[in-house]
C-alpha cells in the first residue's frame, strides 16, 4: 500500500521495530503477496467438491477455477496446503503439469491464455488435512464425536488460509463472484455451508451430497463445511431490503436452548441494519450453526460455540454488566457480515478493518438497545484489555497481521472519531456508506481512513497513524498560568493534530484542538480540567508551560 511519506517518520519506528523482530520466508512472500503467477488472472468462480472420510481423517475432492484472463501469462498459482497433494489439473480435458513450492503449486498451462478470455482448470486433491489445534485461532479441520456415534466436521481457517482444506487461490485480494460447494456425507449426517441449498442428491454408496449455492461473492476463509446430525428451523426477518431467511441448525440435544438463545439473532439484525445499511448478503440468507469451537464469521453461514451463554462464555469482556445482555459470539461474529464479508481487507495487514470495526459492533448493540451510556460504560470498559504491544497495522505482503489491540484499541479508536465527529447521525451515515461504497470490495486499510476523513469533513490522518501504526496512547499535558488553560499532545506522533473535549472546574465543556506545540485558552477562575471519558487519551497537569 502506498502512504503519503510527509511529516509520519515517527511513527514508522515502532513498525519498523516490530518488523525487525520477524523473519519472513520465501513461504510467507508466496502465501502473502500478488505474485506473478497471481495477478495475470482475474478469479471468477469455483465448484468445491469435497467428500470427508471420518474413519481416517482424510479429504478428497476437487475444484473447479473458473477465471478471467487479465494478461497473456501461461504459469498459474493455486495454494494448497501440507499434507494435502494435488493429484491432478486438467484444462479442456487435459491433463496439466505442475510443479510444488512448498504450499504452493505453479501449474503449467499448454493453451495460450488470451486477454479477455474466461477458462477454467479443475484441481483434484486429497490427503489428511492440518488438525485443528486450538480453533478458530489456531485452525484447520476438526473431527470430534458427538457421543451419539457420529463424527461432527467442522472446518475454520482465518489467517491460516483456506488452502488448509481445499484448493484455491489463497489470498484475500481477489474473491469469486459465486460459487458452487457440494460436500458428500454418509446418510447419517448432514453438511451446512454457505448460502442456499440448492439440491440434496442421494447416492448408491449410502451417502449424500449437499449442494450449497452462493450467489454473492465470497473471502476464502468465509467458505465453510460443517457435518453433523443438525435439527434445524427457520423463520423470516423482515429486513430492508424485504424478506431475509434466516435458519438455525443445531444438535438435537441443544434444541429448546438454541430456540431461545438465538432469539438473539433477528435482535442482531435489526440493530445492525441500524447503524450499517442492509444485511450485505439478501440472496444467501443467514445462518448460525452450532460447531465444537467458539465460534467464526463464515458468510451466510455463522459458526456458534459459546455454550448457549450470555457475554464471552458467560464471562462480560467490559467488566460493567452490560457484555452480559447479549451473547458475544452471535454478536460479534454477526458483525462481520459487514465488516469481514462485505468490506473485507486485502492485505491480512489490514486486519483492523474486519476486528475494529466488528469490535466496535459490540458497543453499537448495547447503544441500540440499553441505550447510548451502556454502549458508552462497554467500549470503555474494554480498554483494561488493551496491550499497546506492537502496532495494529502489520506487515504487507507476507500474510502477518499485527497487534491483537485491533479488537479493543481499534474499538476504542473508532468511538473516539465518532466524538471528533460530533454528529451521531452524521456518524450513522459514515457507517452505512462505508458499506454502500465498499460493497462487497475487498478493500486497502487506506481507503477506509480516507472516506472517514472525507465525510468526517476533517483530515484523521494523525489519527489513524497514533491509533493503528504507533503504540503510544496520547496524553494531553495541560497547565492553569496566569495566561489560562495552556495544552499539548505529548507521547505521539509529530504534528498529531486530534481535537478532545474537555469539561473545566466551572462545567463548562470545550472542544480544545491541541498540536505538539503549546497553545492558550482564557479561561477565568478555572483550575482544573477533566478529558471526555469517551476519548481514548490520557492527561496530566503540568507545574509548567511555556509558548
Known amino acids: 500500500m502506498l502512504r503519503k511519506l510527509a511529516g509520519v517518520c515517527l511513527l514508522f519506528v515502532s513498525i519498523s521495530s516490530f518488523a525487525q523482530q520477524k523473519t519472513f520466508t520465501h513461504a510467507d512472500t508466496l502465501r502473502g503477496s500478488i505474485t506473478p503467477e497471481r495477478e495475470w488472472w482475474d478469479l471468477n468462480y469455483y465448484h468445491l467438491s469435497v467428500r470427508p472420510n471420518d474413519k481416517d481423517s482424510s479429504l478428497t475432492g476437487s475444484t473447479v477455477i473458473r477465471y478471467k484472463v487479465l494478461k497473456p501469462y501461461q504459469t498459474m498459482q493455486v495454494d494448497l496446503q501440507e499434507p494435502l497433494q494435488i493429484t491432478k489439473v486438467v484444462q479442456d480435458g487435459e491433463a496439466l503439469a505442475y510443479r510444488r513450492d512448498g504450499n504452493a503449486f505453479f501449474i503449467t498451462l499448454n493453451k495460450k491464455q488470451e ?51 481445499w484448493p484455491c487461490k489463497d489470498h484475500m485480494y481477489d474473491e469469486p463472484d459465486s460459487m458452487l460447494i457440494s460436500i458428500t456425507v454418509p446418510k447419517n449426517v448432514m453438511d451446512v455451508s454457505n448460502g442456499n441449498l440448492l439440491s440434496v442428491v442421494e447416492n448408491s454408496d449410502n451417502s449424500h451430497t449437499f449442494n450449497w449455492v452462493v450467489k454473492n461473492p465470497i473471502n476464502n476463509y468465509g467458505v465453510n463445511m460443517n457435518v453433523a446430525n443438525y435439527v434445524s428451523w427457520k423463520e423470516t426477518f423482515k429486513g430492508e431490503k424485504g424478506d431475509l431467511q434466516v435458519s438455525y441448525y443445531v444438535l438435537p440435544q441443544n434444541l429448546e436452548k438454541a430456540k431461545e438463545q438465538f432469539k438473539q439473532a433477528p435482535k442482531m439484525l435489526k440493530a445492525f441494519e441500524h447503524w450499517f445499511g442492509p444485511y450485505p448478503f439478501y440472496e444467501d440468507g443467514y445462518k448460525l450453526v452450532e460447531v465444537p469451537y467458539l465460534g467464526m464469521e463464515h458468510q451466510s453461514s455463522v459458526t456458534y460455540g459459546n455454550d448457549y451463554k ?8 467490559s467488566n460493567t454488566g452490560w457484555g452480559l445482555k447479549w451473547d458475544f459470539i452471535i454478536i460479534h461474529e454477526s458483525g462481520h457480515e459487514w465488516f469481514a464479508n462485505n468490506i473485507t481487507y486485502k492485505d491480512v495487514a489490514d486486519m483492523w478493518v474486519h476486528e475494529s470495526f466488528t469490535n466496535y459492533s459490540e458497543n453499537l448493540y448495547t447503544e441500540y438497545y440499553f441505550g447510548k451510556k451502556a454502549g458508552e460504560d462497554y467500549v470503555i470498559g474494554t480498554r483494561e484489555l488493551i496491550a499497546n504491544d506492537i502496532p495494529i497495522v502489520g506487515i504487507y505482503g507476507v500474510n502477518q497481521e499485527g497487534s491483537k489491540d485491533m479488537y479493543y484499541k481499534g474499538g476504542n479508536m473508532l468511538h473516539t472519531i465518532r466524538q471528533i465527529v460530533n454528529d451521531d447521525e452524521k456518524w450513522r451515515q459514515i457507517l452505512r456508506g462505508l458499506n454502500k461504497t465498499f ?12 472516506y472517514i476523513s ?9 489519527v489513524f497513524d497514533q491509533y493503528l501504526r504507533d503504540v503510544r496512547i496520547p496524553v494531553l499535558e495541560y497547565a492553569f498560568t496566569g495566561k489560562g488553560l495552556q495544552y499539548r499532545w505529548i507521547n505521539t506522533i509529530e504534528n498529531f493534530d486530534m481535537p478532545v473535549k474537555v469539561k473545566l472546574a466551572s462545567g463548562k465543556e470545550e472542544f480544545l484542538y491541541p498540536t505538539n506545540n503549546w497553545k492558550t485558552l482564557k479561561v477565568k477562575g478555572d483550575k482544573s480540567l477533566s478529558v471526555d471519558r469517551n476519548f481514548y487519551v490520557e492527561a496530566k497537569e503540568s507545574k509548567q508551560a511555556s509558548l
Open 310 to 317: 450470555m457475554g464471552y462464555r458467560g464471562k462480560d469482556l
Open 115 to 165: 486477454t479477455g478470455k474466461t477458462e477454467s482448470i479443475e484441481v483434484f486433491y486429497g490427503g489428511k488435512p492440518r488438525l485443528a489445534k486450538r480453533p478458530p485461532w489456531d485452525g484447520g479441520v476438526q473431527w470430534v464425536p458427538d457421543g451419539k456415534g457420529n463424527t461432527i466436521i467442522s472446518t475454520s481457517c482465518q489467517g491460516l488460509g483456506a488452502s488448509v482444506w
Open 454 to 462: 472525507e465525510h468526517a469533513g476533517r483530515n484523521l490522518s494523525k
Open 439 to 450: 460493497y462487497h470490495q475487498t478493500v486497502d486499510g487506506s481507503q477506509i481512513e480516507n
